[in-house]
């Protein structure tokens, strides 16, 4: 009798690694076609970006770094101009992101959208409030939680920063208003978008 029950532990004990074994492997299929069906960010035709505030790869300049949060410097957005978009492009956006703060999902210092296909360039200190933008551009509010610029400012010793500055030509009109967060018009440029250009700044204290 003992030698049955010993048997019958033996068994279901199979059966439950068993279980065990196909549910783990059910789940990492799972994960896998997950991933692999996941949108991925489209790829386009590059836009060509330049600034005079900054060359690809440069420090940032103290215009471009906060004067807030013991930073002192002046709070100035850069300078930017585009060229190269496709010529169906009826509105442009802007933006600058630091993947590099510590937040878990980076901060984004700017962000403009809907900006007419007429407009090639926008004038340093533009994101100083919507008055000095291009008529018809918006300005969402960054990370920071103004509609305004917020220049750079990373904690002390943690190293250096990127500061992506990107524009986007794009299909049409963004549906949004200024109350918009910088993830939401993230993904709307990336449904719209036709073409595509950065420059990176670094920066560090």
């Known amino acids: 009798m003992q030698s049955l029950n010993t048997l019958r ?112 360039s926008l004038k340093a200190d533009a994101g100083k409030n919507a008055s000095t933008l291009p008529p018809g551009a918006t300005m969402a509010r960054n990370d920071g939680g103004a509609a305004a610029f917020a220049g750079a400012c990373p904690p002390v010793g943690h190293g250096e920063h990127r500061y992506i500055l990107r524009v986007f030509a794009l299909s049409d009109k963004l549906p949004l208003d200024g109350n918009a967060s910088p993830a939401l018009v993230g993904f709307m440029i990336n449904q719209m978008k036709l073409a595509e250009g950065s420059i990176t700044a670094k920066y560090s204290r």
């Open 9 to 120: 532990l033996l068994r279901s004990a199979k059966r439950s690694h068993t279980v065990a074994t196909w549910l783990a492997v059910t789940a990492a299929a799972f994960i896998l076609q997950a991933c692999a069906s996941a949108p991925a960010e489209r790829s386009v035709p590059a836009l060509t970006v330049s600034s005079q505030a900054f060359k690809q790869g440069q420090r940032l300049a103290d215009d471009q770094v906060a004067n807030t949060f013991g930073c002192t410097g002046k709070n100035i957005s850069p300078d930017v101009q585009w060229n190269g978009a496709p010529a169906d492009t009826k509105f442009y956006a802007v933006s600058i992101y630091d993947p590099d703060a510590p937040t878990g999902s980076g901060f984004w210092h700017w962000v403009v959208f809907n900006i007419p296909a007429s407009v090639t």
